[in-house]
């Protein structure tokens, strides 16, 4: 009796062999897609991160208004909201400024940088009234608290970006062989003040 074999029957040691070279295959892009997935979930943990804290720091900004330490405290609460989830070290620039009703800026601006020199006023220019090294309202100056509108009808519209850095955790892709730079911005408008003070 002769039986007869088809071509597609395989025998154990042929299956293995296959099996590996669809694994020595398929690994490389399995890997790459895994390496994507952490990347991307750790730069979105980064944007989020960012935006919260410029938008506790818009709010706190529409709060303080035009008193001397609003921008300090605008500042401190930029790093706050830093605190568990990226160093401030990320930053590299922020900036407040005067939006229009649009949302675009008017031109009037205070920029600071990131400067951890100095621990009890870690921002250069310094824009703490009560501090030795007091360094002004930014650079350039063009909006210091001074020059805020909080009262009615027509109250200014304060925002506050923040420029940083993202630093990819691995390097497997060409574009992250360099830190990304990226933004988050917010605005408020100012608390009105209506009693006058």
């Not at 300090?72 to 620039?93: F, M, N, P, S, Y």
């Not at 940088?113 to 621990?119: E, M």
């Not at 955790?169 to 408008?189: E, G, H, I």
């Amino acid at each position: 009796m002769t039986t007869i074999r088809s071509s597609t029957d395989r025998t154990p040691a042929a299956e293995r062999g296959a099996t590996l070279v669809e694994f020595a295959v398929l690994a490389p892009l399995l890997i790459l897609l895994l390496f994507g997935i952490v990347e991307m979930g750790l730069a979105l943990r980064d944007q989020l991160t960012v935006a919260n804290s410029v938008s506790g720091a818009a709010r706190i900004g529409s709060v303080v208004g035009n008193q001397p330490e609003a921008d300090i405290a605008v500042l401190d609460a930029v790093e706050a909201g830093l605190v568990g989830g990226l160093d401030a070290d990320v930053i590299t620039k922020v900036i407040i400024y005067k939006a229009n009703a649009d949302g675009s800026s008017s031109g009037l601006e205070d920029q600071y940088t990131y400067d951890p020199s100095d621990p009890t006023c870690p921002w250069n220019p310094c824009p703490d009234p009560l501090h030795p090294s007091f360094g002004g309202y930014g650079s350039p100056s063009s909006y210091p608290p001074s020059g805020r509108i909080d009262t009615l009808p027509d109250p200014d519209i304060i925002g506050v970006r923040v420029e940083y850095q993202h630093n990819w955790a691995t390097t497997v892709l060409p574009f992250m062989q360099t830190p990304a730079a990226w933004d988050a911005d917010a605005r408020m408008r100012l608390e009105p003040d209506v009693s006058g003070t």
